[in-house]
């Protein structure tokens, strides 16, 4: 048991940062906005040690079941947590944009940052690193397919035929999901694997220590819960503090992107510093496309439900770096094999982004 809330450790600091926030929560409130601030900041490191756990425990199951199952359940356990986090958000401080460029800042940093990285690092350590091939290409054309489908295409539709197209779109994107599910864990998941002969698999002779499968779900769940009562104060604090400052909604949308990405990052760099590229393929550009297909369809139904729409249609500086970006990956990972000259490209982009969010744009 002792060696149980060793390793959890992390989560229950984030329950103790909550119960402390919900205490007092009224008083950093109205203590000005240095305060509300560095109350926000504080939540949102809780937020990202709670994170970490549920990617943790995300990352055993996915060990136990091998992929293509494993990295499913690493990137939709993250689309979890952004779903949650970004729902609670859009109470707090409601924009009409905020979704959009969630979602646009989710796929920069999942490409551009996470995969960009890791393909550097591991390049420059391993030299060329092999991957399927296959499952680049699957990953490329459905998350150009979706992102033209759900934020492209809502630049040309009139506002009085916005219900009809969220509808189109919500189901639209469902079915994208359930042919990529099939083919993911059908006929053809081979795409998403790669088999590493150099590799042995190493057996773990201490299964009979690992927590049981029960309690990493329950562990897992309950994080996501208290998650989603860190974000609740989390976005209070943050709407307070930037309130009357000027500062960009799009501060929001890297926020929601940087914590359900956070620990991916340290997966994905894992993975290619291991030498295993697959790895970093099937989490960076799963994410993306997770976060695509199964974010807008949520967002969609929430905007129906309250007959108030999001502006999906990104804007065009957003359209051209997010073509740039699968350009640029459609060329790089054509040939099973990525290298720190490919991580450069798609980490300069990365840097490029950054660059248009601090001039505001």
Known sequence: MREVWREERLLLIAIAVGVAGFVLEPYFLDAGRAAALIAAAILIVAILAASIRVAHHAERLAEKVGDPYGTMILTLSAVLVEVVVLGIMMMHAPSPTLVRDTIYAAVMLDINGILGLAALMGGLKHGEQSYNDDSARTYSVMIMTAMGISMVVPEFIPHTAWQAYSGFTILAMLLLYGAFLRMQTGPHSYFFSYSYPEKKRRVRTDMAAQPSRTFTIGVMVGGIVVIGFLAEMMSASLTEGLEGTG???????????AISAGPEILTALRAALANRMQAVVNIALGASLSTVILTV??????????????EMAMTPLQTVMVFITLIVAAINLNDGQTNAIEGMTHFALFATFLMLLGLGL
């Open 247 to 257: 500062a960009p909604m799009t501060i929001l949308a890297i926020v929601v992107a």
């Open 297 to 310: 369809p949520v967002m969609e139904a929430i905007a129906l439900f309250t007959g108030q729409p999001f």
